[in-house]
């Protein structure tokens, strides 16, 4: 009991300290340069240049903000469930085309085979865990890399797989990738700024549908994330 309670204790810590450094990290910046903008010798591009990054930040913080109030409904069981039938495939290529500035900038080639799919589950979740992965994979994929999504039915269930090309995660830390707070190596975390939340939520999504995520990669190989759902019963 005694060793429980420590080891609860210690996550408690770990989890406030990670949420004030995240919080921490782009309040000190918005301050900074909402500071610098006060010098009034300051040149139009450069005022533009730091609130275009004030803006970005304070999108950061919204956004983590967003993804712990999500979490806390989930785990708690007070998020307003509604299942409903829709084409997951449909549900994929709205996604992919929502996301088309952010890979045509990269010049970034998307795939997609997608079966005729029909599910029953909770429509504005689900397009986060796919809108998450999609990001993840944009973010990490390097210019004119390649993007492959796969929908396919696979005996009883439903899978969906998201295959990059980009810069891929080492072995040691594939096991925690779906940790709250969690970001990989150096490469990744200084491309991309987030929160390390992402993940968490889509495991988290994925398990209340009865399904399950998993990953494989491989540095400098990129990386594939699987979604498998269960078929519903007709």
Sequence with gaps: MASELSQMETMRQDFISNVSHEIQSPLTSIRGFALALQDETL???????????IVAESTRVSGLSDNLLKLSALESGNFP????????????????????PQWLEKNIEVEAELEEVTVTAVKDLMTQVWTNLLHNSIKFTPQNGCIHIKLRTVDERVEVEIQDSGIGISEEDLPRIFDRFYKADKARTASGGGSGLGLS??????????GKVTVASRPGEGTAFVVSLPMQKK
């Design 43 to 53: 040149s139009v591009e450069s005022r533009r240049h730091y609130l275009n990054i």
């Design 81 to 100: 469930f509604e299942n409903q039938v829709y084409r997951l495939d449909k549900q994929l290529r709205d996604t992919i085309l929502a996301s088309e």
């Design 201 to 210: 939520l889509v495991k988290k999504i994925v398990e209340l549908h009865k």
